[in-house]
């Protein structure tokens, strides 16, 4: 070891090389997963989508921070969605997912150095944050966020009793990653490579695995409320004592059709050599089946309460995570103070 003094600069090294790529997460995608966990048809996109290949594109298109710059704290009159994603209306070209009822989704976002580079921001989540994901048939347009977050429940009993909490996922789903020199991606290329494709590129995009509610009326759009909570830590950051609420939503909604094929079947198997461009994340994919089978009968709503069985073998044990790498042992520290 170079000691503190070498630590210090290759921190600023690695902030100098990787603050450009950083940006922060929106849902990029809709894909259906097919009950061998493998994703099949065409993708969905969220409301008013600006494609990163649209001249128009910049992050601030499809960014929504919460609370609003300049305020501490989220307030009764934040809405949930960001202005262009209030009302159901879709970008030409980015048409909505069409998914039968109880059909099993994934709601693919970039971890844009999040996940990979944990030394970028301190006093984060060891999970890098918590994703609820939310379902209603009957949104508002000025949907407030804190008449929908922890409000509404498994159940659908919660706050106005209009929606339902569908599940409740890490924001790192332990396999994506963005290609950068940092420790956790270079192991992740490795561990979970496939080839390039025209979407992810090299990088392989995190997922939200949930199931439409088995009830979702065919021939209506069903609204998804995608909430990620990324807290600073109290006490981590020097420059935040008090730490710091930070959210990012996306507002979408899914076509609901009468098709046999993307409903989900009591006798799926996930595929374990399957390709990484198309496959749903083993344990997520387990965790909606594991109700579904379990004859739980509210399905997806309580998808996440269901245990999740054991990892299948594609799924290393975090345990295979190096300690003595650089990054890992700077975010052990961090990690003491968060949430
Ligand atoms: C998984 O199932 C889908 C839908 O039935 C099918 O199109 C696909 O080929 C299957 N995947 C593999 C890898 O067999
Ligand atoms: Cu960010």
Redesign the pocket.
């Known amino acids: 070891m170079s000691g503190v003094h070498g630590m210090g600069l290759r921190l600023i090294l690695l902030a100098l090389l990787f603050t450009s790529t950083y940006a922060h997460s929106w849902v990029e995608q809709l894909m259906v997963i097919?009950?061998?966990?493998?994703f099949?048809g065409s993708p969905g996109y969220p409301r008013g989508f600006v494609p990163r290949s649209d001249p128009a594109f910049s992050d601030d298109a499809m960014v929504y921070l919460l609370p609003p710059a300049g305020k501490a704290s989220v307030t009764s009159t934040d809405n949930l969605c960001r202005e262009t994603q209030r009302k159901k209306v879709q970008s030409e070209g980015s048409p909505r997912l069409q998914a039968s009822a109880g059909a099993a989704i994934a709601l693919r976002y970039q971890e844009n150095g999040h996940v990979s580079l944990p030394e970028t921001q301190i006093g984060k989540p060891n999970n890098r944050g918590t994703v609820y994901v939310y379902g209603t048939t009957n949104p508002k347009e000025n949907e407030k966020l804190l008449d929908v977050y922890k409000v509404w429940n498994e159940d659908g009993t919660g706050g106005d009793g209009r929606g339902v909490l569908l599940a409740k996922r890490d924001y790192d789903d332990k396999r994506c990653y963005q290609v950068n020199g940092g420790q956790i991606s270079q192991r992740r290329q490795t561990e979970f490579s496939h080839g390039a494709d025209q979407y992810m590129g090299g990088d392989l995009w995190c997922q939200s695995d949930i199931a439409l509610p088995d009830t979702a009326s065919s021939g209506k759009p069903y609204t998804l409320y995608w909430v990620w909570n990324w807290p600073t830590a109290a006490g981590a950051d020097p420059n935040l004592p008090n730490g710091k609420e930070e959210m990012y939503t996306t507002c979408m909604d899914v076509d609901v059709v009468d098709h046999s094929?993307s409903r989900m079947s009591t006798k799926a198997k996930y595929?374990q050599d399957?390709?990484l461009n198309s496959a749903s994340i083993p344990d997520q994919f387990k965790q909606i089946f594991g109700s579904k089978s379990a004859g739980s009968g509210g399905v997806s709503s309580s998808a996440f309460v269901t245990p999740a069985p054991s990892q299948p073998a594609t799924v290393p044990p975090m345990a295979t995570v190096t300690v003595t790498s650089f990054v890992t042992s700077v975010k052990i520290v961090r990690e003491t103070g968060s949430a």
């Open positions: 097919a009950s061998n966990g493998t099949v094929d595929l399957q390709s």
